[in-house]
């Protein structure tokens, strides 16, 4: 398998640059530089990084699993770096108690992952499938 080459900028002097914690780990752990709240009260953590992804790849921003000792719902579910972007990286939480990250800590992870480029084709059917139309909780678990 080849590595893929992440290119990242320092924006903040305290600004950590990820690495992988353990060999086999998906995700990088990012570090917060600057915390501040939007006008909806979420926590908005800055990383003092920007980040040039790879052409057919993509950034996805995760909750750390310690995260579940904190107050914090990541506000998008996850966070999506397009390859495009080239501004500051910042990880939303949304508030629901007082406990929360401060500056210096690691706040989310970071998974980067190739993507195929679809071609789109409209039809006028699908083929169909053994699930079919079954929607939430069709497959009985």
Request: glycine share 12%; no cysteine; proline share 3%.
């Amino acid at each position: 398998m080849a590595n893929v080459k992440l290119k990242i900028k320092k924006l903040h002097e305290h600004a950590v640059i990820p690495s992988y914690a353990k060999h086999g780990d998906a995700g990088m752990d990012l570090t917060a530089t600057e915390k501040s709240y939007d006008e909806f009260g979420n926590a908005v953590y800055k990383v003092g990084l920007a980040f040039e992804i790879p052409l057919g790849y993509v950034g996805l921003l995760f909750p750390r699993s310690s995260n579940s000792k904190q107050d914090l719902i990541l506000s998008n579910s996850v966070g999506v770096i397009d390859s495009g972007y080239r501004g500051e990286v910042m990880v939303k939480f949304k508030r629901v108690g007082t406990q929360e990250y401060n500056e210096g800590e690691r706040i989310a992870q970071l998974v980067i992952m190739k993507l195929p480029y679809v071609d789109i084709e409209e039809v006028d059917e699908l083929t169909s499938s053994d699930r079919g139309e079954g929607g939430f909780g069709s497959t009985g678990k």
